[in-house]
């Protein structure tokens, strides 16, 4: 049986409509990834501002998967990175 907390889901999001339920998700401890490939680019540093600052107040970890795709855990998940990308930030945006 798989519990809720175990579940992973991948948001694609290219509208700031859609940061809602990606915050509702991380508030409900589930964790999250976030792909940001398809939204203008002037939103990026907001969106990611808004979602970071949700995972932080769940004791939450930010990790950079690639150029605009960032994994936001809760605190009942530990996420263990084998290289320097734990916390880390893509070169063009900065997480508050």
Do not use: Y
Not at 22 to 35: A, F, G, K, P, S
Not at 75 to 80: A, H, Q
Request: aromatic content about 6%; some cysteine; overall charge negative.
């Amino acid at each position: 049986m798989v519990g809720k907390n175990s579940e992973l889901i991948i948001f694609e999001l290219s509208h700031l409509e859609e940061v809602l339920p990606v915050m509702e998700t991380l508030r409900d401890r589930q964790t999250v990834i976030v792909n940001l490939e398809k939204l203008n680019p002037s939103k990026i540093q907001r969106v990611i501002d808004w979602i970071s600052g949700c995972t932080q107040a769940i004791d939450g970890q930010v990790i950079w998967l690639g150029e605009l795709s960032f994994m936001f855990a809760p605190s009942t998940v530990k996420v263990k990175v084998e290289d320097s990308k734990k916390s880390s930030i893509a070169p063009l945006v900065q997480v508050s």
